[in-house]
């Protein structure tokens, strides 16, 4: 297997072996140009080499390089440079022979910057993929990017008091030096993932996937102990599946081992977590046909119908009938065209296949065009005519209620439009109704249906999550713990009634939807969940903690703002304790330590002579095991001590 590499000056064959043993330096420097470095690194070629060398051609590096000939390599990408002045600026020379090479690996990325030590006129610090230090005035240069700081650094605090001491903000969060870099403490608290995707599969105690932005896929199970006690044991509860920035996430329904997942412009893979084997899935032209362009953020969707059939849209929508190992095309190209920039532009950002029928599938492009097919790529029909034009399609979703309904969000926001655009259409497409409602301004990135109840929506915006629950005619903040920050994806684990939202530099978040689910627009109690007695409460293995203090959550909707009183009846009807809590309209939660009053203490024990109900190390008295019952006034729900 020979690969062709041309540039302005030469033309060489080489083997894949040769290729693979190419310093990446090298190999990056035939193939820097302006535009097309980002998608094109030396590592991410040699990857795809090495997961797929029978199915590689002679032509195929030249096509991932789109047309690697003179005019595209006549503009290469040259090295930083740092200059400095001492006369406000008037003039600037530069303090370093020749380039600043491997500081980046294309264009000047945004977050390169520079700084000077407070204390030292000679102390520079520039920041770039890796981060540099210099303590000659810029004469030469160190990295001091060690094994506990991630890449892409984007802001640095020089304590202007005490030499060495560093604060660093980078792709992978904060880190924090006390010997000038030589080496760093990670930071992790508040967590500040940025997720592009969150996924769950369907297993019972199920896991959560989510795809970050240039730190990899990661997954654990939903009710992981989010602390630190696992550097303590040195088992996180999160793993990491794959690194370069985590994309969106598949699971097979059958078997929960096979996650189809993957990186940045459409470089996907199945993995079978049983064996660890990953095999690379994306899609090649045909032979002399013109390469696929791919999203930033490829969408995939495994078919409802058959789990052995994968959808992946690239500026075509690709099909697979057997688990991405073969794939056909099922459409011709469903954007714009091509434009020329730094990424790739006129692809397919949102698959949505309608769970009624195999093969109603629709699609939306990253240049405004929204299209379905009815017969499985048959034929394709444009229905984003009477929707606004040329904005980013950031969902299409296929009702789960109903055939004929689907929704779409557009975003304006790269176009400088934080207009709040959602639709949905009861016929395919053909006519829309606008259900943005009462939204605040800000560009929507997702909606979700809920899976029980037809009219409830949530929707997620670059500045917070909302629900609606008549079908988008109004929409009410879902606010409570959540910050202001982007709300990328959601995803909705059916069985456990948990809504999971993706966050832009806040992590992930997870919220219990069974009240709204219950929630039928008046005054409630909404099921409980049960708590499993435990000889613990109220006690700890050291007299210095605090001790552990059971919790019972109480959701509730209340028509006005008010003071409420709920009451706590045991199976007969002994009040055993009364909480009084200041509520405000909507929905609340009360906590109940599931504790006895002591006047309800002795009413019980007068009726339960022989019950044992001992004092705990902290004073209180614990209700036995049994059922209860809790009252608003005539409002009522039961829960289970077991």
């Known amino acids: 297997m020979l690969f062709t590499i041309v540039n302005s000056e030469e033309k060489k064959t080489i083997s894949a072996d040769e290729l693979l043993n190419m310093k990446d330096k090298k190999l990056n420097s035939y193939i820097k140009m302006n535009g097309l470095q980002e998608k094109y690194r030396a590592e991410n070629i040699k990857q795809i080499i090495r997961s797929s060398p029978g199915e590689m051609r002679p032509s195929d590096l030249v096509g991932y390089l789109k047309d690697a000939n003179a005019a595209l390599f006549d503009t290469p990408v040259i090295g930083a440079e740092v200059f400095k002045t001492i006369n406000g600026g008037k003039t600037w020379k530069k303090t370093h022979e020749g380039y600043l090479d491997d500081l980046y690996y294309s264009y000047g990325y945004y977050f390169g910057e520079v700084r000077v030590d407070p204390q030292d006129e000679n102390g520079i610090y520039v920041l770039g993929v890796p981060i540099l230090k210099s303590k000659d005035g810029g004469k030469t240069f160190t990295s001091i990017s060690k094994e506990n700081v991630h890449a892409d650094h984007q802001a640095l605090w020089v304590n202007p008091k005490k030499q060495g001491h560093l604060i660093d903000g980078n792709d992978g969060g904060l880190n924090i030096s006390y010997d000038d870099g030589e080496s760093w403490i990670k930071l992790n608290q508040p967590a500040v ?58 699971v097979d329904d059958r078997n929960p081992n096979i996650v189809y997942t993957g990186y940045q412009f459409g470089n996907y ?16 032209p045909e032979k002399d046909k013109p390469a696929y362009r791919f999203n930033w953020q490829t969408p995939i969707q495994l078919s409802k119908h058959n789990q052995d059939i994968l959808y992946l ?121 606008n259900i943005s409602g009462n939204i605040p301004t800000s560009a929507v990135n997702v909606i979700k249906e809920d899976p ?43 069985k456990a009634k948990h ?7 806040r992590s992930l978040y997870k919220a219990n939807i069974t009240s709204l689910q219950e929630f039928d627009n008046k005054e409630a109690i909404f099921s409980i969940k049960n708590i499993k007695k435990r000889n613990s409460w109220g006690s700890s293995w050291s007299k ?32 055993v304790n009364t909480i009084t809590t200041k509520a405000s309209k909507g929905f609340n939660e009360a906590v109940y330590d599931v504790s006895f009053s002591e006047k309800g203490r002795k009413k019980y024990l007068k009726k339960h002579k022989d019950a044992e109900i001992k004092e705990a190390k902290n004073g209180n008295y614990y209700l036995p095991k049994g059922k209860y019952k809790v009252t608003i006034g005539e409002l009522s729900q039961t829960f289970e001590i077991l």
């Open 544 to 575: 210095w903690l605090e001790p552990y203090t059971p919790s019972v959550n109480i959701p509730f909707y209340i028509n006005s703002d008010k003071e409420v009183v709920l009451e706590v009846y045991s199976s007969d009807d002994i009040l």
């Open 269 to 284: 893979y199945r993995i079978d977590r049983a064996t660890g084997k990953q095999t690379y899935i994306q899609p090649k």
């Open 452 to 494: 029980e109840k037809e009219n409830i929506l949530y929707l997620g915006t670059d500045n917070g999550l909302y629900v609606s629950f008549n079908q988008g005619e109004t929409w009410e903040a879902f606010s409570n713990g959540l910050p202001n920050v982007a709300m990328h994806d959601l995803v909705i684990q059916p």
């Open 313 to 433: 849209g690239g500026n075509k929508l690709h099909r697979s009938l057997n688990q991405g190992s073969d794939w056909e095309e099922i459409s011709g190209d469903l954007t714009k065209g091509e434009k020329e920039g730094n990424v790739a532009y006129g692809t397919l950002t949102t698959i949505s296949e309608s769970p009624f029928q195999f093969g109603l599938i629709y699609v939306g492009s990253d240049d405004g065009l929204v299209q379905v097919t009815k017969n499985g790529g048959g034929s394709w029909e444009k229905i984003s005519n009477s929707l606004p034009q040329n904005l980013w399609v950031s969902r299409v979703i296929a009702s789960k209620y109903k055939k004929e309904r689907v929704y779409v969000t557009l975003n304006g926001y790269r176009f400088d439009d934080f207009t709040p655009y959602v639709y949905m259409s009861d016929d395919y497409g053909k006519t829309w109704k």
């Open 499 to 505: 809504l999971l939202v993706g966050t832009h530099g």
């Open 193 to 250: 993932g940025q997720f592009y995707t969150v996924y769950a599969d369907n297993q019972e105690v199920y896991k959560v996937y989510g795809g970050l932005q240039d730190n990899g896929v990661w997954v654990g199970n939903h009710n992981a102990k989010i602390d630190k006690s696992w550097h303590q044991t040195g088992q996180n509860p999160y793993e990491s599946l794959m690194g370069g920035d985590g994309m969106q996430v598949a």
